[in-house]
């Protein structure tokens, strides 16, 4: 630090050119990303419809207290809050175990590597669109597939089935995140030094011993990590793929809260009600933002 | 005797864990490459047959070649948005490399006031849900007349990707020793001199690693450009989208604009596979 405060570089005025380095993406991310979502506050207290402007009006928190009564709303939360846990978890344990599999020593090693990166690239758009086409009641390559195989006797409509629809949802957006926990644990896997194992093998320690003892310790950080961030990323930004494939259905099965204050708003024109929607889910996303920042910061800066 | 017999179980072991993942990460994508260049006789029959009797370019030449109205100006729908999205992607690169590397490296070498106040509120901008951004965003747009402009949808991507670049860049900046930068200094450059002519060739794997996240972020974004676009600056994504959601989806002519569609992206990601892994390590973020 010492060194650092008599250093002639950080004397020449860091201070004013920092400033007015960072002056455009302030003005960029405040304007247009924290003035919204403070605009958005004040619509979320509003009855507003683009459509009739002079019935605008203040509500106070008239819109919350409706929320705390609309069972659809009700509904969207644990349809989401499902489909989260469930994703998630299986994006981790199966992106760890992905991850030990490939960081084994085997022929086309490489090849598997690159191509794992395939579905992260994917536009999300494309995803969904791939699946619906996929779990087509009867031309589906699911359909046709289970039933040479003799699994299945008859088609099925996959996404006319609420069971069904959610966990075919919850498939495609776990085929499509897994790669990046996989990515991620990998890379942190090779920095895990071999001599650790190796001294670990000459004591006598099994594999599964080993995992436990050296390698979750050494990856935990990691996986905590991608566990926040495949948390918050299911919950911002999964929006097409269920407006896609299910549109919310079968009976709001899989109508997660993106889409609930999509019909809300763009559908039903309720602006105001629809802000307070995104509003409540936005502060129940400050708590694993919150967690992941901190992580995170951890990470880059200490 | 037994441990030979375990070493080779064990690899038959590890050998059909590899294939199930190789199948489980390749097949449903493969099955939209193969149906795009199938016909429907092929993928109509039941028993569905896995590959096409006659593949076929036809899906691809009725995307390109097609014009669907005069609104289009004269080029089909499809193409029309591969121009809207080439225009928006590469527009929001270029403004979130410059405005990215200046504050990315302001934020890793300069101390101000703020500093770890703006990085927090970076960090914070990249976790607020766009779904909460995008209604103010609807009634801003509208309001200043740039709903369905390319300009506009450029603008609402330079907000969420702009933080990303700061992340990853930042990252990159930190590992560069602070010695390198003196020296130069000493002889005589100027701050920003040695920002470009030192920092930034030695950085280069991170400026790749952030134009290539650019990228991808802003061509496959749905979410803006499904609400704030329409006839005139719709994107690929929006128009695929529209494939699947209207009556009567047409799935073979969906197979094909999605494999145009994702070839960019996973091209890049295949080709800078090595960078992008660092830009996610250096940057803890999801791209």
Redesign the interface.
């Given at each position: 630090m010492a060194s650092r405060l008599f250093?002639?570089?950080?004397m020449?005025e860091?201070?004013?050119?920092?400033?007015t380095?960072?002056m455009?993406?302030?003005i960029?991310?405040f304007g247009?990303?924290?003035?919204?979502?403070l605009?958005?506050l004040v619509?979320s207290l509003m009855n507003y419809d683009?459509a009739r402007p002079q019935e605008n009006s203040f509500l106070g928190l008239r819109n919350y207290l409706q929320l705390t009564r609309d069972k659809y709303f009700l509904n969207s939360v644990v349809v989401t809050l499902f489909f989260s846990f469930v994703s998630v978890a299986a994006e981790i344990v199966l992106g760890v175990a992905?991850a030990l599999?490939?960081n084994?020593r085997?022929k086309?090693r490489g090849v598997?590597?690159?191509?794992?990166?395939?579905?992260?690239?994917?536009?999300?758009?494309?995803n969904?669109?791939?699946?619906?086409?996929?779990l087509?009641a009867n031309?589906g390559?699911l359909n046709?597939l289970l039933?040479?195989l003799g699994i299945l006797r008859a088609y099925k409509p996959w996404i006319a089935e609420p069971g069904w629809a959610m966990i075919m949802i919850i498939l495609a957006n776990v085929?499509k995140e897994t790669?990046?926990t996989v990515?991620?644990v990998l890379?942190a896997l090779q920095g895990i030094p071999t001599d650790l194992r190796e001294a670990a093998v000459v004591d006598g320690a099994g594999a599964v011993r080993r995992f436990g003892s050296i390698v979750l310790p050494m990856i935990a950080q990691i996986i905590m990590?991608c566990a926040l961030?495949q948390v918050?990323?299911s919950?911002?930004?999964t929006?097409?793929l269920v407006?896609?494939v299910t549109?919310g259905g079968p009976y709001n099965s899989t109508d997660i809260?993106?889409m609930r204050?999509?019909w809300q708003?763009?559908k039903a024109l309720r602006?105001g009600y629809?802000?307070a929607m995104?509003?409540l889910?936005?502060v129940a996303?400050l708590v694993p933002?919150t967690f992941?920042?901190r992580a995170?910061?951890r990470?880059?800066v200490d | 005797m037994g441990s030979t017999l375990r070493r080779v179980s064990r690899r038959t072991l590890l050998y059909a864990a590899v294939i199930l993942i190789a199948i489980g990460v390749l097949a449903p994508y493969a099955w939209l490459v193969i149906s795009s260049i199938s016909t429907k006789i092929d993928l109509l029959g039941v028993p569905l047959k896995w590959l096409p009797a006659h593949p076929t370019l036809e899906n691809y030449r009725t995307l390109f070649l097609g014009t669907d109205s005069a609104l289009s100006q004269g080029m089909s729908f499809f193409s029309r948005s591969m121009l809207n999205s080439l225009i928006v992607t590469f527009s929001s690169m270029g403004v979130c490399m410059l405005f990215g590397v200046v504050t990315a490296y302001a934020v890793a070498r300069l101390r101000f006031p703020g500093r770890r106040f703006y990085l927090i509120l970076l960090m914070g901008s990249y976790m607020m849900p766009p779904i909460a951004i995008v209604i103010p965003g609807y009634i801003i747009l509208k309001s200043v007349g740039l709903m369905d402009t390319q300009v506009g949808l450029a603008l609402v991507d330079v907000t969420f990707i702009l933080p990303l670049v700061v992340w990853i860049m930042r990252g990159f900046f930190l590992s560069i020793p602070l010695e390198l930068e003196e020296a130069a200094r000493i002889d005589g450059s100027s701050r920003l001199g040695a920002l470009l002519r030192i920092i930034l060739p030695l950085s280069a794997p991170g400026l790749v690693s952030a134009a290539v996240f650019c990228f991808i972020a802003s061509w496959n974004e749905y979410l803006y450009a499904f609400l704030y676009t329409s006839m005139r600056a719709r994107t690929l994504p929006v128009l695929i989208g529209e494939f699947t959601t209207k009556v009567g989806t047409d799935y073979l002519k969906m197979a094909a604009a999605g494999v145009v569609a994702s070839a960019p992206p996973v091209l890049l990601a295949l080709i800078f596979q090595r960078f992008l892994i660092r830009g996610l390590t250096e940057g803890a973020v999801k791209g």
């Open positions: 250093n002639p570089f950080t020449d860091p201070r004013r050119l920092g400033i380095l960072v455009p993406s302030v960029i991310v247009f990303l924290l003035f919204p979502f605009y958005s619509l683009l992905i599999v490939m084994q085997f086309g598997l590597r690159a191509l794992i990166i395939i579905p992260w690239a994917l536009p999300s758009i494309v969904a669109s791939m699946w619906t086409w996929i087509n031309y390559a046709a039933s040479q085929w790669p990046f990515i991620l890379a990590i961030l918050i990323w919950l911002l930004h929006f097409e407006y896609v549109r809260i993106p204050i999509y708003t763009f602006f629809g802000a995104a509003y889910a936005a996303l933002a992941y920042i995170a910061y990470v880059t | -």
